[in-house]
């Protein structure tokens, strides 16, 4: 019987990491072409894992005390019509991915759509609401560094300027917000309803602390003060304050991180490799990497790609406007999916149908923007 359980157990931790996963089968099989040695260790970008491992575990102490689902909820509560209320938890998810990054906005936000959308009545619009919350996950992280993990990674491999690199995705961010809202504008109508109000009130000197060790995992992340120094003070005093949120940051992501270093590391010692990739990126950046994004995820195409070319104003684009497509261009994505299917079992069908439709809508048009004015 403990076997049997242990194995379910297992099954369920692969089916949730498959992308940890393959990147360590793919990892284990480059070593085979590029035997371990010292090179190994450049491979490694130490302050990119240093930056996520301080936001992720910040992030999940201010999840702890449902921080960021309070002031949503609070919010909500003032609107009186379904195309206002869908719109705010729209922009609601769109803001928090660039402050939280989109998965963690999508595991907190997508739970009060659920909410909304049940206890108003609203059942019809909940599919629609969470396509939309997971675009505006995935493109509103794109305007900062911290945003999605791929930026962070970017941004720290090629020391991009601050303002160099909101000055790169200001313009398909702004497009992302007018392409949303009208989406909302034309398929929600403005139904009357209510949503109960009920007093819930924050933890203040938890909520101070947290979001002061957040200020400073997006100083860290600014390259405004050394990321040693977050390593040192933020588990610490998490660990005094809230030993959970140590333990409930996403450990598989990191180490899907570190495994595509090794893949990508190996793969760009590989000659032919070396060859056909850096032919097809310099013939268009942008379109390849928006390609990839759709088969191997952003994440991965980001720390791939990267070892190929020095273009990274269109790495940056591609790897953001790429993540919406397929339901696996992006993690948020199969988040949603995963969310969605458990509050409407025996829908899924419809749900990717009308994912499809949106998700290409917004990636031919975001890319045809990209392409043509950047």
Not at 227 to 247: Q, S
Request: aromatic share 16%.
């Amino acid at each position: 019987m403990n076997h049997l359980h242990l194995y379910r157990g297992f099954g369920s931790f692969l089916k949730k990491n498959v992308v940890m996963v393959i990147a360590m089968v793919a990892a284990a099989v480059t070593c085979f072409f590029i035997p371990p040695d010292k090179a190994y260790w450049d491979y490694f970008d130490v302050k990119t894992l240093t930056c996520l491992f301080c936001v992720l575990s910040v992030v999940c102490a201010l999840k702890n005390i449902n921080f960021f689902y309070i002031l949503a909820k609070k919010l909500i509560q003032v609107f009186r019509n379904a195309r206002i209320c869908i719109l705010a938890l729209v922009y609601i998810t769109f803001i928090g991915s660039m402050l939280i990054a989109n998965d963690m906005a999508l595991l907190t936000f997508l739970p009060l759509g659920t909410y909304v959308m049940t206890t108003t009545g609203k059942g019809k619009y909940m599919a629609f609401s969470f396509i939309m919350q997971n675009i505006a996950a995935n493109l509103g992280g794109m305007l900062t560094p911290f945003g999605n993990p791929q930026n962070l990674y970017l941004y720290t491999k090629f020391q991009i300027p601050a303002m160099e690199f909101m000055g790169i995705m200001v313009w398909p961010f702004l497009l992302s917000v007018a392409l949303i809202t009208l989406c909302c504008i034309i398929f929600v109508k403005p139904e009357p309803f209510e949503l109960k109000s009920e007093k819930i009130r924050l933890p203040i000197g938890r909520s101070i602390t947290y979001l002061l060790l957040f200020l400073l995992s997006i100083a860290i992340v600014f390259r405004g003060i050394p990321y040693w120094i977050g390593l040192i003070v933020i588990p610490t005093t998490l660990l005094f304050v809230d030993r959970k949120a140590l333990k409930m940051v996403d450990y598989p992501l990191l180490f899907t991180f570190v495994f595509f270093f090794i893949f990508s590391g190996n793969m760009a010692r590989i000659d032919a490799v070396r060859s056909v990739f850096s032919f097809l990126l310099d013939k268009n950046t942008l379109l390849v990497t928006v390609l990839s994004c759709q088969f191997i995820s952003n994440v991965p195409s980001a720390i791939l790609l990267s070892q190929f070319t020095a273009n990274y104003k269109h790495l940056l684009l591609g790897v953001n406007i790429g993540g919406v497509g397929t339901l696996i261009s992006s993690l948020a994505s199969l988040i949603t999916f995963r969310e969605y299917s458990k509050q409407n079992k025996g829908k899924t069908g419809y749900y990717i149908l009308l994912f499809s439709a949106f998700n290409f809508a917004f990636l031919v048009i975001l890319a045809a923007f990209s392409l043509l004015f950047q």
